[in-house]
């Protein structure tokens, strides 16, 4: 399980820093069976929409032999734009791949785990 805490604004910059460098960690991940990513959004949720875009861009094209099974975003209600802006982490890799929205990181792990124990079903959708 990865876990990433993504803190302050995000611009592209920042969004194609941070996937490289959790890119560089997939590898490892892939070689040692199933993962899943548990993503915590601490202080915004306020972002252009080509950080969406590219978001769901990067888990679409993800290599066919990934090991990756799913993908949890951890948005405490405290989080700035978390009313309002929640429900589009929830849609966001519909039919892309298995993934849901928590409000604190227990829960988050909690549900990763039973999705690395579920059989495979082709690419975590």
Same mark, same amino acid.
């Given at each position: 399980?990865? +876990? /990433?805490?993504? !803190? %302050?604004?995000? #611009?592209?910059?920042?969004?194609?820093? +941070? /996937?490289g460098?959790?890119k560089?960690? =997939?590898?490892?991940? #892939?070689?040692? %069976?199933?993962? %899943?990513?548990?993503? !915590?959004? !601490? *202080?915004?949720? =306020? &972002?252009?929409?080509?950080?969406?875009? @590219?978001?769901?861009?990067?888990?679409?094209?993800?290599?066919?032999?990934? #090991?990756?099974?799913? =993908?949890? &975003?951890? +948005? /405490?209600?405290? =989080?700035?734009?978390?009313?309002?802006?929640?429900?589009? &982490?929830?849609?966001?890799? *519909?039919?892309?791949?298995?993934?849901?929205?928590?409000s604190?990181? @227990?829960?988050?792990?909690?549900?990763? $785990?039973? $999705?690395?124990? $579920?059989?495979?079903?082709?690419?975590?959708?």
């Amino acid at each position: 399980m990865l +876990i /990433a805490h993504m !803190h %302050g604004d995000w #611009n592209a910059e920042m969004r194609t820093l +941070i /996937a490289g460098q959790l890119k560089a960690q =997939v590898p490892a991940l #892939n070689a040692a %069976g199933p993962w %899943g990513i548990v993503n !915590h959004l !601490h *202080d915004t949720l =306020v &972002f252009g929409p080509d950080i969406y875009a @590219q978001t769901r861009t990067d888990y679409a094209n993800r290599p066919a032999d990934s #090991n990756l099974r799913a =993908v949890a &975003f951890v +948005i /405490a209600p405290h =989080v700035e734009g978390a009313s309002l802006l929640r429900n589009r &982490f929830e849609t966001l890799l *519909d039919g892309v791949i298995t993934s849901r929205v928590f409000s604190d990181s @227990q829960s988050a792990k909690l549900w990763m $785990q039973e $999705q690395l124990q $579920q059989p495979a079903t082709g690419n975590g959708i």
